[in-house]
């Protein structure tokens, strides 16, 4: 069993920066893919970003914005956002899970509880 939660978001200008951070409990956090995913009120939850033992993958919109990183010592799992864009307002969840289908929301066996990040204009 793996409790993750996060925590970093809130409110920032357009062109701005903020660092998200997910702390997971649990002996094997290396072991897992880890994935930040965002969602909005009516829509589906979107990947953001997903980090294993030796790769990273990006969302094409966040591709030079957002960079991932994990530091296994600290079981934590960070996303680094800058040049923030209205659009990239949603909660921000944290995900883990033993999956090579690292898009893809089901594919994840654990969830944060979100945090939530407003870019204003």
């Known amino acids: 069993q793996v409790q993750l939660v996060e925590s970093g978001g809130g409110l920032v200008q357009a062109g701005g920066s903020l660092r998200l951070s997910c702390a997971a409990s649990?002996?094997?956090?290396?072991?897992?893919?880890m994935g930040w995913f965002r969602q909005v009120p009516g829509k589906e939850r979107e990947f953001v970003a997903a980090i294993n033992w030796v790769s990273t993958a990006y969302a094409d919109s966040v591709k030079g914005r957002f960079t991932i990183s994990r530091d296994n010592a600290k079981n934590t799992v960070y996303l680094q956002m800058n040049n923030l864009k209205p659009e990239d307002t949603a909660v921000y969840y944290c995900a883990a899970g033993s999956t090579t289908g690292w898009t893809i929301p089901s594919k994840y066996d654990y969830w944060g509880q979100g945090t939530q990040v407003t870019v204003s204009s």
């Open positions: 649990g002996r094997t956090f290396s072991r897992y893919t």
